[in-house]
């Protein structure tokens, strides 16, 4: 696709589930970042991938957060034990490198824990 | 700590006028400085940037200015168009480019007819 495209895009699930979010950067976009987006504020950051790998996951709030990239392209934001201070909107970015100088956002995923 | 802030959750204006989105920040290291523009159930969309090494950029209707100093930065949206109704967010980055941005917490700008 042109931009970048998230999956589901609304995802409501019970408190203490595990959910899955996923996002498809554009094509040859070697960087890619996840925020999340509480109600009345702005993005916040989560991590950054370089490639396959974490460049910087310092934005995730605990241990029940995690990311992965496997080949590169592909991104899955995994929480486990879901919370209901979880519900926000989840949004992912990609950029040609780290170094760009402009990041294009999907439209993101809004999670509602109930 | 909000290192970027955006202390007016909303303003109005007239169609035809200018439109001043101000930002400020309190981190001195952030170099590179971007505004984005966001509609409702979408994801931000690139406006206009800026780096520390300069006072303002132009592009079409919109001009960022950024006074270091102040650590205070504007946007200036001229003539303002219905259409550019919408919440504007400032971000600021302290790696020279798009990377891990700190965001602001946004300002609704409505244009009237």
């Known amino acids: 696709g042109a931009g970048v495209s998230q999956t589901p895009s609304n995802k409501v699930t019970e408190k203490g589930k595990y959910v899955e979010l996923r996002c498809d950067p554009i094509?040859?976009?070697?960087?890619l970042y996840w925020y999340r987006q509480s109600l009345g504020q702005g993005p916040e950051f989560l991590i950054y991938f370089q490639g396959t790998g974490a460049a910087d996951d310092s934005g995730l709030p605990n241990d029940r957060f995690f990311a992965v990239r496997p080949e590169g392209s592909v991104s899955t934001l995994k929480i486990q034990r879901t919370e209901r201070g979880d519900s926000a909107v989840y949004l992912c970015a990609s950029s040609l490198t780290p170094d760009s100088t402009e990041a294009f956002f999907g439209q993101g995923t809004r999670l509602t824990v109930v | 700590d909000q290192q970027v802030k955006q202390n007016s959750p909303s303003l109005s204006v007239q169609e035809g006028r200018i439109s001043i989105l101000n930002c400020d920040y309190t981190n001195s290291m952030f170099d590179y400085f971007l505004w984005y523009k966001k509609y409702p159930a979408e994801g931000p969309t690139f406006l206009i940037s800026i780096s520390s090494i300069k006072d303002k950029n132009e592009d079409g209707r919109f001009t960022v200015f950024l006074n270091k100093s102040a650590k205070h930065l504007s946007l200036h949206i001229v003539p303002s168009q219905p259409g550019d109704s919408a919440v504007y967010f400032c971000a600021a980055s302290d790696q020279g480019s798009a990377r891990q941005l700190t965001f602001g917490s946004g300002t609704q700008l409505t244009v009237l007819p």
């Open positions: 094509s040859g976009h070697t960087a």
